[in-house]
């Protein structure tokens, strides 16, 4: 697959700037599955997503204080294909936020799921462009 884009340079660096330390958390973040034939790029624990969040009261990662896993991944299947993928593996969680963006030959789809009234939450984006998709998932636990 090509060099990382702009979005995984965005994501590296925003969680590079953001990383918290694990403040005792008794749950661990619930688990992300490896999405079929994706080139990981990096997983791990720690970090925040670099997405801003709407609505009245939105998920925001920073207050999950690093009980984190994420998954940073590229594909050559649309960023359409990635979502719906998700959307299964989350299925039973709430949607709490959807939103595409289709503009200068990119497709950007953003997810935010929850469960357990909000004390978990996965946020995804999938960014696809020139026939890679590159692709970053976390969940939380608070």
Not at 17 to 44: Q, R
Not at 65 to 76: D, H, I, L, V, W
Request: proline share 4%; charged share 25%.
């Amino acid at each position: 697959m090509r060099h990382r884009t702009w979005l995984l340079a965005l994501v590296t660096i925003v969680a590079a700037a953001f990383l918290v330390l694990a403040v005792g958390c008794e749950e661990e973040a619930p688990g992300i599955e490896k999405y079929p034939d994706a080139e990981d790029v990096k997983t791990g624990s720690r970090g925040t997503f670099p997405i801003a969040l709407l609505g009245e009261e939105p998920l925001e990662p920073h207050k999950f204080k690093g009980n984190m896993r994420y998954r940073a991944f590229e594909t050559s299947d649309s960023a359409d294909s990635v979502l719906d993928f998700y959307n299964d593996k989350f299925e039973g969680w709430t949607t709490e936020l959807t939103f595409d963006v289709d503009e200068a030959g990119m497709k950007i789809r953003v997810a935010v799921w929850s469960k357990d009234q909000r004390k978990s939450a996965a946020w995804l984006a999938a960014t696809e462009s020139q026939g890679t998709t590159e692709v970053i998932v976390m969940t939380g636990t608070r």
